[in-house]
């Protein structure tokens, strides 16, 4: 059963803490929500598979975040000009966003121990369907040289770009190259954190992320172990489905996508999420695997 988050909304992530183990969903509840009839797996070559074969059963919804990755040590890159704290810990980070449904369900592992790491905060933020980041809308916007949804100056998580207040363009380096975003408005929309459970996993009810000039769709994504950000990273989708999904409102009256997965500097294959059809939405998988301890193993 899903956790009743109300009364922890507006709870910053410093204080995670004091809301450990709250919020965040569990193997069984997962299962629930996605055991159904209907809809398709899609695999990183756009190879579908019938969902009876993937998630009706605990074994396989396991086997389904089996498939995406393992063990080993997920890969840290920018976290681009647009982080912040949002103070915001919660599941479903839509609020007035419009667009597809879709739930990111990540599992967080020890990549010494190749098990779960319960008690870790999972934060997400992405744009919205017209490739606007909250906090930043003017930055993403292009008003304020920030990157520009349909035109303009590329963000600075692109090639070409440069983060708010100057500095060196991150480009797809290691976590933490580029500053925390000194928010410039008060919008929150698709930005949360959760705390992961005994088996390591957190969901977010979200909304299929937009595109903006010089980046492929994408979600960013930070884990916190204690008071240490273990990981940054980003996860992205394969391009027959991001396809599918901006053929439709709100994303359609969007044009002009310039930079797909094959051609973004930051893309890797182990970042794309797996997915499944869910309802008249998608359900996406993914593990992390951190170096809890920052051991360097």
């Known amino acids: 059963m899903r956790h009743d ?11 995670r803490r004091l809301i450990a183990g709250v919020g965040s969903i569990g193997l069984a509840g997962l299962l629930a929500a996605c055991g159904r ?22 074994a396989d919804l396991a086997a389904l975040f089996g498939a995406a990755n393992t063990c080993t040590l997920t890969a840290s890159t920018t976290q ?28 967080v ?27 930043a809308e003017a930055q993403s916007s292009g008003a304020s040289g920030g990157g520009a949804p349909s035109g303009g100056t590329p963000p ?6 440069n983060p708010p207040g100057g500095g060196a363009a991150p480009g797809g380096g290691a976590e933490g190259s580029a500053a925390d975003l000194t928010p410039t408005d008060d ?9 992961t459970n005994a088996d390591g996993i957190v969901e977010f009810t979200t909304v299929w992320p937009g595109w903006y000039r010089g980046r492929t769709t994408h979600i960013h994504a930070m884990v916190h172990v204690g ?4 990981l940054t990273t980003q996860m992205m989708f394969d391009e027959a489905l991001n396809s599918r999904v901006y053929a439709a409102a709100p994303y ?14 930051i893309y890797a294959e182990t970042m794309l999420m797996k997915v499944v059809e869910d309802g008249d939405g998608y359900l996406s998988v993914i593990n992390f695997s951190v170096d809890a301890d920052r051991d360097g193993t």
């Open 5 to 15: 988050l109300d009364h922890h909304e507006g709870q910053r992530v410093s204080r």
């Open 80 to 107: 681009g000009p647009y982080y912040f704290d949002a103070d915001k810990i919660r599941s479903d980070i839509r609020e007035d966003r419009a667009g597809t449904r879709l739930r990111v369900a990540i599992r």
């Open 227 to 230: 008071d240490d950000r273990v």
């Open 187 to 195: 919008k929150r929309y698709l930005r949360g954190a959760q705390v």
């Open 156 to 161: 600075s998580d692109a090639p070409g770009g």
């Open 37 to 58: 009839d209907g809809g398709t797996v899609t695999t990183s070559t756009g190879e579908t598979v019938s969902p009876q074969a993937t998630a009706n059963t605990s």
């Open 252 to 265: 359609a009256a969007h044009t002009g996508r310039d930079t797909f997965n094959d051609n973004d500097s």
């Open 109 to 135: 592992q020890d990549s010494e121990q190749c098990g779960p790491l319960a008690d870790a905060v999972v934060e997400i933020w992405h744009c919205d369907a017209a490739g606007l980041y909250s906090g």
